[in-house]
């Protein structure tokens, strides 16, 4: 099967995968993004060619290249590519892997398109060196989500986990303290006041005044939602 009937095949991939393995758990807390709901996706775009990048928030998201479990000898060559792509291009892989950044809450993993590959590496770059790197405890991180996916988990309309330019960011289970998860927030706040006007640095905080988790992205539009602020002002102020 070559990878165009692959693509085109993959709305029913999906579905088929939920009959399976049970509907995609809601993301937790639901989002928002202040990314203009109003702006509703219609339809996904076609699937673009490899070497057409397409900027984070351009056009409609498009379907995955891939989905399936990581053992599966397509996903796994992919995973492998996605890596080496990421670290040639500066991203330091011993805090992250392709296999977090594309995996999915039914355990499979979706893999972008190529197009979309680059729009990751700002943001991954900007983490390690401003948040990961200084707070020095290990995090999860929530990557890609398919156009079908972030529908059936309540993402935002025109969420940029769809473009590959988001990160959901939290402690792992064994550092998940109140304390962490404030200094991770408060380093969000940092990186979004620092950070130059060109980059369009969005950043979310979901709760206060201890957060569950942030949300960082780059290269589509410099703002701010749910309780970030608290956070930007906490920090503006010290």
């Known amino acids: 099967m070559n990878t165009w009937t692959f693509i085109l095949g993959l709305g029913a991939a999906f579905a088929a995968f939920v009959a399976r393995t049970g509907r995609p758990k809601p993301a937790d807390p639901p989002e928002t993004e202040g990314d203009g709901t109003d702006e509703a996706v ?3 775009d ?24 990581a053992k599966s ?70 990557g890609y989500r398919p156009v079908d996916y972030n529908k059936a988990v309540g993402g935002a309309p025109r969420s940029q986990h769809q473009w590959f330019a988001a990160l959901d960011v939290r402690p792992v289970k064994d550092h998940n303290t109140k304390a962490n998860r404030r200094a991770l927030a408060h380093a969000g706040a940092r990186v979004y006041l620092d950070s130059p006007a060109d980059l369009k640095v969005g950043f979310g905080a979901y709760g206060a005044p201890t957060p569950s ?8 539009r410099r703002r701010t939602w749910r309780e970030a602020d608290h956070y930007i002002d906490q920090v503006a102020d010290s």
Do not use: C
């Open 73 to 142: 000898p397509e996903i796994a060559t992919l995973l492998a590519e996605l890596g080496a792509y990421l670290e040639g291009h500066g991203v330091d892989m011993n805090f992250t892997s392709p296999e977090e950044l594309t995996r999915m809450n039914t355990g499979a993993h979706a893999i972008p398109p190529r197009a979309l590959w680059a729009n990751i590496v700002p943001t991954l770059i900007l983490w390690q060196e401003r948040i990961r790197g200084p707070l020095g405890f290990p995090m999860k991180l929530g």
């Open 42 to 44: 219609i339809e996904p």
């Open 46 to 69: 076609p699937p673009p060619a490899d070497d057409d990048w397409i900027p984070p928030g351009a056009g409609n998201p498009v379907h995955a290249l891939a989905s399936g479990p």
């Open 213 to 220: 988790n942030i949300h960082l992205d780059t290269r589509f």
